[in-house]
């Protein structure tokens, strides 16, 4: 979600963020933690992609792969944390100086500097001066609970620009929705996946194309430890469930649907192999052994 922010001493933030542009996920200390079963999602085939390890405070906190010529993430993937839903609004918003070269992750310069990372990269002035847009997470701060987590949402690596309507409206209300039912529901981790397609459109300064305009946002979640207790209803959103919406000003309803409905729809509308698949093995949740069985082991 948008929010107006106030930048705090930038040496202050400059001793905890940092982010990590990565050849793959697969050590703890590139972020595998925030995937399914370490995996990340199969199919994004583009080379020009760049793999980012979110980090705050010298931990890995979430995974973003990031399109540098549409100055967008292509997707967030994060593990969902049980927490009462509110939202902060103290964080500075930070950028990735790695996509452009070497560095921390550090908070926009209060005024306007033109800065090489503006090449790879969104800069708050993007944002400033389009009044249909605001900056929507992809990783929600309200979906984390602590605050080093919820600050690490804040950089521009992990948003894309919403249509204002959608984003206070049909997208947070779903954002709610999911938060109440992996709180209530999910027994074990739940895993998280959110991206966008596009089709064209841009914002523009200066008379130059700067940052991607979302078509779509999608959402898929995995969690395979669930009370198998829950009504009907909820036990069929288990383990696994998406979600998919139009970022417009009308006819944004979010239609939910399968993880695989999902990925038919991406398949048709975005660049991605056949193979697509936004986790692994399908989420697919372990069958419990046999009462017999279960004291032999």
């Not at 992996?182 to 008379?207: H, P």
Request: proline letters at 7%.
């Amino acid at each position: 979600m948008e929010m107006q922010l106030p930048l705090v001493c930038a040496f202050i933030i400059n001793s905890l963020t940092s982010a990590t542009v990565v050849q793959d996920f697969n050590h703890v200390e590139r972020c595998k933690d925030s995937l399914y079963m370490g995996t990340p999602p199969r199919g994004f085939v583009d080379t020009k992609l760049k793999k980012i390890c979110q980090r705050y405070a010298d931990k890995p906190r979430y995974v973003t792969l990031y399109d540098p010529s549409k100055r967008i993430p292509v997707y967030s993937a994060y593990t969902f944390k049980k927490t009462e839903g509110d939202r902060r609004v103290d964080y500075p918003w930070m950028y990735e100086p790695q996509l452009d070269g070497n560095g921390n992750m550090l908070p926009f310069p209060t005024g306007y500097l033109h800065m090489k990372f503006e090449d790879s990269q969104a800069v708050l002035d993007d944002y400033s001066d389009v009044v249909l847009y605001e900056r929507g997470h992809l990783n929600p701060d309200q979906h984390q609970s602590s605050p080093h987590d919820r600050a690490a949402t804040y950089t521009l690596t992990n948003v894309v620009p919403e249509i204002r309507e959608f984003n206070i409206g049909p997208w947070r209300e779903y954002e709610e929705r999911i938060r109440v039912r992996l709180n209530n529901f999910c027994r074990g981790v739940a895993y998280i996946v959110t991206g966008v397609t596009t089709r064209g459109n841009m914002i523009r300064r200066n008379n130059q194309n700067r940052v991607a305009i979302p078509e779509d946002v999608w959402s898929a979640y995995c969690c395979t430890e669930y009370d198998r207790n829950a009504p009907h209803d909820v036990r069929v959103l288990f383990p696994s469930h998406a979600a998919l919406a139009k970022n417009a000003k009308e006819g944004n309803s979010v239609h939910e649907m399968t993880v695989l409905e999902l990925e038919m729809f991406l398949r048709n509308n975005i660049e991605v192999d056949t193979n697509l698949q936004i986790f692994y093995d399908n989420c697919v949740s372990p069958s419990p052994l046999p009462l017999y069985l279960q004291h032999t082991i």
